[in-house]
């Protein structure tokens, strides 16, 4: 849907392109800037044709395809295991995917996903992480590790604006009938069963998702919504539907109504880690977000192989030709097509990619088009200082204002305890949920920085009156793939488990490892699909290693596989 189309239709529907906001056009915008991932290159995936054929070939044993998470670990895990032969090839200008930061001269900031909760023993591989980067202390696989203060979400965590007022935390309580209260605390118990229910010796709900049962009833959850599953529990109070749609939009980007049941739980009943020295729903974050683990990451590749990650690059064909997989690759800047024979490939790139670059591949480009992705908006605001707040507790880490379009804001510079700057950084984000994630890359790509500018503004001020004035600049980061939506049927379906399943069989070539295989877009996720990934190469390659997902694990046992 191109701008003038996308116009109509607002029209059409009653709706001005302003629709929402609450000020005239000529209110106070202060300066700032449109930025966002690099579409105008990946957008020549409609046009192959039009790019320049291959000039050279390049013969590498394994080349990765898509330096986030995914990709950055499946490179981890082979250098860790002395296995260099091996090349990543990344479309943005760095390696990190949804786990970059940006930075001013006031602080670092995220461009996404901003924490990450305190791992259970299961994920074995977040732990191994950690504990390389110094963060996680002693024994990485004990139940209750210590790890860096510096680290661990400073208090307040979070808070919630309702009805003129801040409370603590994000489930509304103050006004709140006994009787919804009671919905509360049933709704809990129901998710603390799931966290303690073990179906042989599965947990119900486990991070990475690999590790969950496969009880029939649960697996049944997938088939239905998430508000749907709240309705037949029974479950009628408001105020719940409104925080348990929030945590679909905020992990998802996908409101819970269209979310699947499966996943909505998974959100409430996975999270079990714990440590020494903070409370179990402590998070681990920065300034900068998760920029900190796409850092490590790509520097301990570089310490174990050297350089091996070619940024500005986009795979634009990908076809299977004898012992190799033929990779062709554009390099916009120099302009330039580059053709990679791989014996292995490790596709971490989204899978809505797929149909446009896998040729001859009919049935995987069939399943990739099952997986829908989501567009989110991000708003780092520059404050000469913090902003007039309303009644209530004090600013917190995460900030949630109740019905807004928004999902809230978190304050880059909360983790400088010992330093409170005056002037600051608050990211805000905004899932465009409601719509068919088309509309809402078209919206995306047709509004404004005035519009979105207003938006956000008007959106924030309701809590805090002088926003405007506080506001400095802000930089407006569109997403337009951000992530997979997990609807009803995606995640225990056959085509997510085509994908996951890939590589498992001797002489197979491609192996995926974004989030998208697990049908949801969270670290844990794409961590495991990375070194899953790398751990299947290494076995078809005959190498040695040490499994960093299954205990005691080598290469000749199948239970690393």
């Known amino acids: 849907m191109d701008r003038r189309a996308f116009l109509t239709s607002l029209a059409a529907a009653g709706l001005s392109p302003l629709a929402g906001c609450s000020r005239p056009a000529q209110q106070h915008l202060p300066p700032g800037r449109l930025s966002g991932a690099s579409a105008d290159w990946g957008h020549a995936l409609r046009e192959p044709d039009k790019l320049p054929p291959p000039s050279e070939t390049l013969r590498i044993p394994v080349a990765i395809v898509g330096g986030g998470i995914g990709g950055l670990s499946a490179a981890w895990k082979l250098a860790k295991s002395g296995c260099k032969d091996f090349l990543l090839f990344e479309l943005e200008a760095e390696p990190g995917g949804n786990a970059r930061a940006g930075r001013n001269a ?12 305190l791992p259970a023993p299961e994920a074995r591989a977040v732990r191994e992480l950690l504990a390389e980067l110094g963060v996680l202390a002693g024994d990485p696989f004990a139940r209750r590790p210590r790890y860096d203060e510096r680290y661990l979400c400073a208090v307040p965590q979070e808070r919630l604006y309702r009805n003129g007022w801040w409370e603590d935390g994000l489930l509304p309580h103050i006004g709140v009938a006994a009787a919804e209260r009671a919905q509360y605390r049933r709704f809990y118990a129901l998710m603390a069963a799931f966290r303690q229910r073990r179906d042989d010796g599965r947990p119900a709900f486990a991070l990475p998702m690999e590790n969950s049962s496969r009880a029939s009833d649960l697996l049944a959850l997938d088939r239905l919504t998430m508000r749907d599953w ?9 105020h719940l539907h409104w925080y348990v749609d929030y945590a679909c939009r905020d992990d998802y980007g996908t409101g819970s109504g269209e979310t699947s049941a499966w996943a909505g739980i998974h959100y409430f009943a996975c999270r079990s880690g714990e440590a020494q020295d903070a409370a179990g729903d402590t998070v681990l974050t920065s300034p900068g977000g998760n920029a900190w683990l796409a850092r490590g990451l790509a520097d301990s590749v570089r310490t ?10 986009l795979a634009w064909r990908v076809q299977e030709a004898g012992e190799h997989v033929a990779i062709d690759l554009w390099q916009p800047t120099a302009q330039r097509s580059v053709r990679v024979l791989a014996g292995h490939l490790i596709w971490a790139a989204p899978l809505f990619i797929v149909p446009y670059v896998f040729s001859g591949r009919e049935r995987l480009a069939n ?15 520059t404050l000469s200082h913090a902003p007039e707040d309303r009644a209530g507790v004090p600013l ?3 900030n949630v204002l109740y019905d807004s379009p928004g999902l809230g804001y978190v304050v880059a510079t909360h983790q400088m305890i010992r330093q409170w700057p005056q002037r600051t950084v608050w990211t805000y984000y905004r899932a465009l949920s409601g719509l068919a994630p088309s509309a809402g890359r078209a919206q995306l790509e047709a509004m404004s920085y005035a519009h979105w500018a207003e938006q956000i503004l008007s959106d924030l001020e309701r809590a ?17 793939h951000a992530m997979v939506r997990p609807a009803p049927g995606l995640i225990w379906g056959p ?4 994908f996951a399943d890939s590589g498992r069989r001797a002489g197979e070539r491609l192996h995926f490892a974004h989030a998208d295989v697990s049908g949801f877009s ?15 190469v290494m076995r078809q390659l005959g190498r040695n290693f040490v499994s960093s997902l299954v205990p005691g694990a080598r290469a000749d046992s199948p239970a690393s596989t």
């Not at 709240?230 to 408001?238: R, V």
């Not at 805090?464 to 337009?480: F, K, L, M, S, V």
């Not at 969270?522 to 299947?536: I, K, S, T, W």
Request: glycine residues 4%; negative net charge.
């Open 522 to 536: 969270l670290f844990e996720e794409a961590q495991y699909r990375g070194v899953l990934a790398a751990e299947r």
């Open 495 to 498: 085509e997510r488990r085509l």
């Open 396 to 398: 917190a880490w995460d």
């Open 367 to 381: 399943a990739a088009r099952r997986f829908a992705a989501v567009p989110w908006l991000i708003a780092n605001l």
């Open 304 to 313: 174990h192989a050297g350089e091996r990650v070619m940024t500005g690059t």
């Open 230 to 238: 709240l309705w037949a529990q029974g479950f009628d109070s408001p």
């Open 106 to 117: 006031v602080s670092e900031y995220p461009l996404s996903a901003h924490y990450l909760p």
């Open 464 to 480: 805090h009156p002088d926003i405007r004035q506080a506001t400095e600049y802000i930089d407006i980061y569109r997403n337009a």
